[in-house]
C-alpha cells in the first residue's frame, strides 16, 4: 500500500486555520457560494477567497457551475462543495473479539468495511491482517480514490501523542507501537485515539451540532469509556489518559473485575458481562452479543430485563459525568441503547433520578448519531477531525498541475 499523495508538514500560519474554518463551514451548508461563507464565519471575503482557492489546489473542495444570484439580477457566484469524489481515509477499530476495517470519504460515509475475528491472534498479526482487509476493499470499492491517512481506534487507553497502546483488555497491546506498525506497512500517515475521543471528533463534524458547544461521549461496549470536549476541542489529558472510567465504582454490584475489586463500570455493565448472564439464564446459546442484541429486538422478555437493567445503570453513570462536567449534551454510544425498544428511555430516567443538575434528560441525553457504524466512523474520524483542523498541512498536497 504505497503512499500516492505525499503528506505536507510546512505551517500555514493564520491561513491555515482560516482554510480550516472554510472547509467546515461547506461541510456544513455547502454547496455554498464565497461570499455566504464571508458572511457566516466573520472572515474577509478575500481570506475566503484564497482559503478556497487553496483547498480546491488542494482537491478538498470543487468548483459547481455558476449560478445566478437570488433574484435573478444580482451577480452570478460560483458555490463551491466537498469535493468527496477524490480521497478517501480508512479505518481501523479494534474490539475484544474482531477487528472493524473500513474505506470512509471526506463527510464521514462508510463506503465499505469488513468484520472480522481475531481470537489468538497477536498485535502485529491483527495489523498485518488489517492492511490486507483494507487493500482488498479498496480493490472491492473500485473507484480511484486516494488514501490520505489511516486512522485506529480503540477502547481502553490509547496514547495518541506517543502512537501506542497503553492499556487494553487484550493481553499483548500493552506497549505495542501501533502507530509505527502501520506506518511501515501502510506508508501512510496513521494517527490513533480512543474510539469515545473520536466519537466525539465525529460527532462535531458529522452529527450533534449541539456537541460543538459541549459534551460527553460514554462508550458502553465490551470496554466503557468516556471522553469530554469543549467548543470541539477534546481533552485528552497527559499521555491521553483522560476519560478512564471503567473501574469507577458502581453501588450494589459484586461483578468481579480483572483489577481485583468488585463493582466497577466495566466490570458490571459490559457487554460480556451482559452475555454471561444471558448464557446463564438460557436466553442464548451463544456467547455473542449479537445473539442477544437479535433476542431484545424480538422482544424476548428476559433479554428485553437484561438491557433494561443495564440502561439504568448506563444512566446512573451518566448522571455522575452530567453532574461533573455539566456538558451542552451526553452522547451514550451502546448498541442496545440505540437498538432496543425502551433503553434510552430507561437511561434518560435514571438520569432524571440520580443526577443534581440534569432538569431535562430528553434534551441533554441523546443516543450516537451512527447506529450500526460507529465504530468505522471513530476510526476513520481520527484522520477526519485532523484534516478539517488543518487541511493545508495534514495529509494532502497541492494537485499536479493546479496553480
Do not use: K
Not at 71 to 77: A, K, M, N, Q, Y
Not at 169 to 188: F, K
Not at 282 to 296: C, N, S, T, V, Y
Not at 333 to 347: A, N
Request: glycine share 10%; net charge neutral.
Amino acid at each position: 500500500m504505497a503512499r500516492t499523495q505525499p503528506v505536507t508538514r510546512r505551517g500555514a500560519g493564520r491561513s491555515g486555520a482560516s482554510a480550516g474554518t472554510v472547509l467546515r463551514t461547506v461541510l456544513d451548508s455547502g454547496p455554498i457560494a464565497r461570499s455566504t461563507i464571508a458572511r457566516v464565519t466573520g472572515l474577509s471575503p478575500a481570506t475566503v477567497t484564497t482559503a478556497s482557492a487553496q483547498l480546491v489546489d488542494h482537491g478538498l473542495l470543487r468548483e459547481l457551475p455558476e449560478i445566478a444570484g437570488p433574484t435573478g439580477l444580482g451577480r452570478p457566484h460560483v458555490p463551491v462543495d466537498v469535493d468527496d469524489s477524490r480521497y478517501v481515509v480508512y479505518g481501523i477499530h479494534l474490539a475484544i473479539t474482531h477487528v472493524t476495517t473500513a474505506l470512509l470519504d471526506l463527510r464521514g460515509r462508510v463506503l465499505a468495511r469488513s468484520r472480522d475475528p481475531h481470537y489468538g491472534l497477536g498485535p502485529a498479526e491483527i495489523l498485518r491482517n488489517a492492511v490486507t482487509t483494507l487493500e482488498a476493499l479498496a480493490v472491492q470499492h473500485g473507484e480511484p480514490s486516494v488514501p490520505i491517512g489511516v486512522g485506529f481506534a480503540a477502547g481502553g487507553w490509547i496514547d495518541s501523542e506517543s502512537g501506542v497502546v497503553r492499556e487494553h483488555p487484550i493481553p499483548g497491546w500493552n506497549g505495542y507501537p501501533v502507530r509505527a506498525d502501520l506506518e511501515q506497512r501502510t506508508g501512510l500517515d496513521v494517527r490513533m485515539d480512543s474510539h469515545a475521543r473520536a466519537l466525539i471528533d465525529a460527532e462535531v463534524l458529522f452529527g450533534e451540532p449541539r456537541a460543538r458547544e459541549s459534551v460527553v461521549q460514554l462508550f458502553v461496549g465490551n470496554v466503557v469509556d468516556a471522553a469530554f470536549a469543549t467548543g470541539g476541542v477534546v481533552h485528552h489529558g497527559p499521555r491521553a489518559a483522560a476519560g478512564a472510567v471503567a473501574h469507577v465504582p458502581v453501588e450494589n454490584s459484586v461483578e468481579e473485575c480483572t483489577c481485583g475489586r468488585t463493582g466497577c463500570v466495566q466490570a458490571t455493565l459490559s457487554d460480556r458481562v451482559l452475555v454471561r448472564r444471558a448464557m446463564e439464564l438460557g436466553i442464548i446459546e451463544r456467547p455473542i452479543f449479537r445473539d442477544l442484541l437479535d433476542a431484545g429486538r424480538r422482544r424476548h422478555p428476559e433479554a428485553l430485563a437484561l438491557f433494561t437493567e443495564r440502561a439504568h445503570g448506563v444512566g446512573v453513570v451518566a448522571a455522575r459525568l452530567l453532574d461533573l462536567f455539566n456538558p451542552e449534551v451526553l452522547i451514550v454510544c451502546d448498541q442496545s441503547v440505540s437498538g432496543i425498544p425502551g433503553c434510552l428511555d430507561t437511561v434518560r430516567r435514571a438520569v432524571a433520578e440520580s443526577s443534581a443538575t440534569c432538569d431535562d434528560p430528553s434534551w441533554s441525553v441523546l443516543s450516537t448519531s451512527f447506529p450500526g457504524r460507529a465504530l468505522p466512523v471513530s476510526a476513520g474520524s481520527v484522520i477526519l477531525a485532523e484534516l478539517y483542523r488543518a487541511p493545508l498541512t495534514s495529509f494532502v498536497r497541492p494537485l499536479a498541475g493546479i496553480s
